[in-house]
């Protein structure tokens, strides 16, 4: 069974300061990464996904993540972070071998602040 | 603007009501989903519709009951309902349904009320 934690339910952060939001999975197969973000009143958006190959992955709206095998970690980085980055942040992973359905497990969250 | 759209963003019917949430892709995914989420917490898969068939239930109770007309459609119906319902209910789709390595598109969801 796969799993997903996320250590840190809130991080709160100044604006233009580096932020670091941190993810760790269990499982027994090779997974798919994926880190989603949900603004409030909306549904997620994904901002990245690890799949194969180079293990540093850059997605949208600046940030990137690194997939660290060993450490089975997933962290999600930015920069630098900007008000509009305030939103709940979900670590998510997917099971290749799942029929019947694209079954993502997530993490519970972590909530980023961005203070002026 | 999201790709998947739902209908109605809001809701609100009492215990005794039968309503229906509307999910609607034009992008040819043929895997749909849905999702109930509660505040603070992340999405808990409720089912998951493959080419049109229903291939994952999560043991949803049978006072929700999915239905995909179409590829391009889904629809979660909704009967009998406790307050422990009210949530946002989100679709999604993604490209098939299987292999893991299609992430899933989401729309803003719809937000359910019950009195």
């Known amino acids: 069974a796969q799993s997903v934690t996320q250590l840190d339910s809130q991080v709160p952060v100044f604006e233009e300061a580096p932020v670091e939001l941190r993810c760790n999975y269990s499982?027994?197969?090779?997974?798919?990464l994926f880190w989603y973000v949900q603004y409030p009143n909306q549904g997620l958006q994904l901002l990245l996904k690890?799949?194969?190959?180079?293990?540093l992955v850059k997605g949208i709206n600046g940030f990137e993540a690194e997939f660290n095998k060993s450490q089975t970690s997933f962290h999600l980085r930015k920069p630098s972070v900007h008000i509009s980055d305030t939103a709940e942040y979900f670590c998510?992973?997917?099971?290749?071998f799942g029929g019947g359905g694209n079954k993502l497990t997530f993490g519970t969250g972590t909530q980023l602040k961005v203070e002026l | 603007d999201t790709e998947v759209t739902q209908t109605p963003k809001h809701l609100v019917m009492g215990m005794t009501n039968k309503k229906s949430l509307k999910c609607e892709q034009h992008?040819?995914?043929?895997?749909m989903y849905w999702y109930k989420q509660k505040a603070k917490k992340p999405p808990e898969l409720m089912f998951v519709?493959?080419?049109?068939?229903?291939?994952i239930n999560e043991s949803v109770p049978s006072r929700f009951s999915p239905e995909c007309p179409n590829s391009s459609l889904l629809n979660l119906h909704l009967h009998a309902l406790q307050p422990e319902d009210s949530a946002l209910y989100l679709c999604?789709?993604?490209?098939?349904?299987?292999?893991?390595?299609?992430?899933?598109?989401f729309g803003d969801g719809t937000r359910l009320s019950i009195l």
């Open positions: 992008m040819g995914h043929r895997a």
């Open positions: 998510a992973v997917s099971d290749p």
């Open positions: 499982s027994s197969v090779s997974v798919y």
């Open positions: 999604a789709s993604s490209q098939t349904g299987t292999g893991g390595n299609q992430p899933q598109h």
């Open positions: 519709y493959s080419y049109e068939k229903l291939s």
């Open positions: 690890y799949l194969s190959g180079s293990t």
